[in-house]
């Protein structure tokens, strides 16, 4: 008997390169689906993720590749091999990945409704900008997007910009964040904050980091006593750490390097505001673990912090405008490191939060339903 399942498809291999938080969140996502079996098809430069998992079923297809026609192929072999009776595919995002489910739905016997996932901010004009590669994709998301069975954005102003953008039905946009694994982890912060900036995530241009340099340079002109905490890596790391060392003393500069999931969630403790310079943001998952912990965010303005924003008390996030003057950007930071973020929003986020994954796995059955019925 053919075993009936929704297949993820994952050409580029984010999902087995993503760690453990990542491959966590997909069994979440098998264990609310209930009525079908969950399987990913990825990609490894290594071994297949070894741990025994209950709720998902992750295949190493091959190595990372581009190349959606042979990604589809081998797929096809697996899905024929293994006795699967696919009811949806899943692309992790509108390029590679959906031209892998469209390519391989015309080997299947019978047509299967397809969901793109939409992580990055594509249709805020910012994004398309930051490189070629995003505006390449940007042409590729203008075919695959109107071919969508349904579409699953993080927040409502990224649906609202897909809508605008694209010109899709808003009928067939979810807008479902990405559930966050272990909040119950996450440190408040100390009763008195320290007077540091927190910079978390991936070292690479695309996440604003010169930016963050010059916003550096200009409160440093103002003060000299706070410090900078740096949790992440990325291409950019070796220019951008040395480039910063060059406006702060390296006494001042804590790089931490990448973090696993359980030290960072404690590194709140040593962090009084965030910073986020990213250009574009979707959702903003990091400044969400911040507010949680009690730390505010100073961001610059995207669609994941303007969600944020009508989330959170007021104050607790603040838009960050490097044209401002370098005394106007020292207060702030001082307002900032004087706001209480109550418990509040943390109460409230992590009650929602535990409900994220049940709501993709009820969009998937709710697609599978209506495939059925046209």
Not at 45 to 59: C, D, G, H
Not at 185 to 207: E, M
Not at 233 to 244: A, R
Not at 327 to 339: H, P, V, W, Y
Request: proline residues 3%; contains cysteine.
């Amino acid at each position: 008997m053919k075993k009936q399942c929704v297949l993820i498809l994952d050409p580029r291999g984010n999902i087995l390169s993503g760690g453990i938080d990542v491959i966590e969140r997909h069994n979440s996502y098998g264990k609310n689906l209930l009525k079908y079996d969950l399987e990913v098809f990825s990609t490894s430069q290594t071994l297949a993720y070894s741990r025994k998992l209950k709720n998902v079923n992750i295949t190493n297809v091959m190595a990372p590749t581009l190349n959606a026609y042979k990604f589809s192929q081998k797929a096809f072999k697996l899905i024929k091999a293994r006795n699967l009776d696919v009811k949806l595919l899943v692309s992790g995002d509108a390029w590679e990945s959906y031209w892998s489910a469209f390519l391989l739905n015309r080997r299947l016997k019978k047509k299967v409704p397809i969901q793109i996932q939409l992580h990055g901010d594509i249709a805020n004009p910012l994004w398309r900008r930051i490189n070629i590669k995003n505006r390449l994709r940007y042409l590729f998301t203008k075919i695959s997007i109107p071919k969508a069975d349904s579409i699953r954005a993080v927040s409502k102003y990224q649906s609202d910009l897909v809508v605008k953008t694209f010109g899709v039905d808003r009928k067939i946009i979810s807008a479902i964040p990405v559930p966050i694994n272990d909040l119950s982890q996450v440190s408040s912060s100390a009763k008195k904050r320290a007077k540091t900036i927190g910079f978390i995530g991936r070292i690479h241009k695309d996440r604003g980091i010169w930016e963050f340099l010059e916003f550096v340079k200009k409160l440093n002109s103002q003060n000299k006593d706070f410090k900078i905490v740096i949790a992440g890596s990325g291409p950019d790391k070796n220019e951008f750490l040395n480039q910063l060392y060059k406006e702060v003393p390296k006494s001042r500069v804590s790089y931490l390097g990448q973090l696993p999931q359980e030290k960072l969630a404690r590194l709140w403790k040593q962090i009084g505001v965030l910073v986020s310079m990213a250009p574009v943001e979707s959702y903003g998952r990091v400044m969400r673990e911040a507010l949680v912990a009690g730390v505010p965010v100073w961001a610059t303005e995207s669609s994941g912090v303007k969600d944020l924003m009508d989330r959170c008390e007021k104050g607790t996030v603040k838009i960050l405008d490097l044209n401002k003057s370098t005394s106007a950007l020292n207060q702030d930071f001082e307002i900032l490191l004087k706001t209480k973020v109550s418990s509040k929003f943390s109460k409230e986020f992590v009650k929602e939060n535990n409900t994220y994954a049940a709501k993709l796995a009820q969009s998937w059955v709710k697609v599978i339903s209506q495939s059925k019925q046209s």
